[in-house]
């Protein structure tokens, strides 16, 4: 039976709780396909403090074969470097986390936290917190850039704030099913059959957005792009078809994308997540003269029932 270990840093639980909610298939049907021994979880393992520490360790010291190390939250070096910011028992997670990763077949960073540092590493990261082998943009993290998994992988990344249960349980099954090996990881690691669109994709507002129709307050219609900080374009995941709940997205109850995968969240969106900075918004990639031209002609295209039903 394969073994799964589980640990948890600087987190607000969110990423686990977003896997609880897994449906289709739900998490005692995930554990229960795959055939995974959950050695420990901090939220649904029975035992805590020394009882869970006893079932860790022989793990850590390569005693026991590990398949799968999950960590969700980022891994605080503080204070001084001595991960006292963050223990577990008495030891430092992140002393904890460099014994069991070269022992684990696969490890995986669940949540832009352990991805990339995300919140707990936002600016100006006063617990010197930072993701498994990314601090934001940059490879290195706690394990260092050439960390790689007994399997050969690097630390495989499902970002997001929290990650979307599939991203996980499909990431899972892939791994726990043999299918390692054929996982594609973009540039940050991240598997690209999640995260190789962008949330934009799907989003129902696309014809706003075709025709430069923008909504400018809360509450309407319109493409929240132009006035409302939409990063729907440059945020690789791809909420707007996977959905929810099976049924809603950010944008689709009137929100804007604040492009919770990507390495520099939340930081890149700070102080004006509901409010497009004040610049032409160019999605990234895009030739801005070319962009701001053809969204002008666009805009003058627009038939009037979409302006109109824009500001509804
Ligand atoms: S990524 Fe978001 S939801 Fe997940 S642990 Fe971090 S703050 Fe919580
Ligand atoms: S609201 Fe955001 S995701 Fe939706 S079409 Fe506009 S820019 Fe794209």
Same mark, same amino acid.
């Given at each position: ?12 639980n969110g990423?686990?709780? +977003? ?10 049907q995930?554990l ?12 649904? +393992?029975p035992?805590?403090g ?20 999950v ?20 030891? =430092?997670?992140k ?26 590493a ?8 930072t ?33 979307? =249960? ?5 990431t ?10 054929l996982?594609?990881?973009d ?24 025709y +430069? ?10 493409c929240?792009y132009?006035y409302?900080?939409?990063?729907g ?29 990507? =390495? ?24 801005p ?24």
């Open positions: 039976m394969p073994s799964l270990i589980w640990l948890q840093g600087a987190t607000d990423c686990t709780i +977003s896997f609880l909610n897994a449906d289709q298939p739900d998490v005692p995930i229960s396909k795959l055939d995974v021994e959950v050695v420990f979880h901090p939220t649904i +393992s035992w805590s020394p009882r869970a520490l006893e079932a860790i360790a022989p793990y850590a010291s390569g005693e026991r074969p590990l398949d799968v190390l960590v969700e939250g980022a891994v605080q070096n503080g204070p001084d470097g001595t991960g006292a910011f963050c223990l577990v028992g008495k030891r =430092p997670l002393e904890l986390v460099v014994e069991l990763a070269p022992h684990a077949g696969y490890t995986v960073a669940l949540g832009t936290c352990a991805c990339f540092g995300g919140i707990a936002a600016n100006p990261n006063p617990t010197d917190a993701g498994l082998q990314f601090h934001h943009e940059a490879m290195g993290g706690l394990l260092g850039p050439g960390y790689r998994s007994k399997a050969g992988l690097p630390v495989i990344n499902v970002p997001g704030c929290p990650a979307h =249960p599939d991203w996980l349980s499909k899972l099954g892939s791994l726990l099913l043999g299918m390692g090996d996982i594609e990881l540039q940050y690691n991240r598997p690209k059959m999640f995260y190789r669109s962008v949330s934009h994709w799907g989003c129902p507002r696309n014809e706003f957005f075709e +430069s129709c923008s909504a400018q307050s809360f509450g309407q219609n319109g929240l132009r409302l900080g939409c990063q374009p440059d945020t690789h995941a791809d909420c707007n078809r996977r959905l929810w709940n099976r049924q809603s997205s950010k944008t689709r109850v009137g929100s804007p994308c604040l492009g919770c995968t990507e =390495p520099l969240f939340p930081d890149a969106g700070a102080g004006h997540f509901f409010q497009t900075e004040k610049r032409l918004p160019v999605p990234k990639g895009a030739k003269l070319f962009h701001v031209i053809g969204k002008g002609f666009d805009g003058m295209a627009c038939p009037a029932w979409v302006k109109e039903v824009a500001r509804d």
